[in-house]
């Protein structure tokens, strides 16, 4: 009986190993991609520079004078600039982490491969 559950272990295992770059680059890489867009979602939401720049003509703090809406103006414009840069630099950070996740299991091949070849 012992020797069935270590062949069902063992054949597992391989099974696990063969199937791990498989699933890496396909639904790995799926759920990686979504987290990613989850991650520029959030930053979107919370940095809101469409919301900012919707809003720009509004003037801040009730004041409809003429200084009120000039200054609110700039200061909005500021604000979307701004949250717009940081935005875009998240993207960035974004799509390298998730380069980053593709081209790991090809970089620990490449060590191991060059690791093992440099013994001989």
């Not at 559950?5 to 063992?10: D, F, H, N, S």
């Not at 009120?68 to 414009?77: A, E, P, Q, V």
Request: aromatic share 20%.
């Amino acid at each position: 009986m012992w020797i069935l559950v270590a062949q069902r272990i063992l054949l597992e295992f391989v099974v696990d190993i063969i199937y791990f770059p498989i699933w890496w680059f396909t639904a790995g890489a799926r759920h990686a991609l979504l987290f990613c867009v989850g991650l520029v979602q959030e930053a979107n939401a919370m940095m809101a520079p469409g919301l900012w720049l919707k809003n720009i003509f509004v003037p801040m703090f009730g004041q409809w004078d003429w200084q009120g809406r000039i200054m609110s103006f700039f200061m909005r414009l500021a604000n979307v600039i701004i949250r717009s840069i940081g935005l875009t630099i998240w993207v960035g950070v974004v799509i390298v982490l998730f380069l980053l996740w593709i081209l790991f299991p090809t970089f620990v091949l490449y060590m191991l491969l060059t690791s093992f070849l440099s013994f001989g």
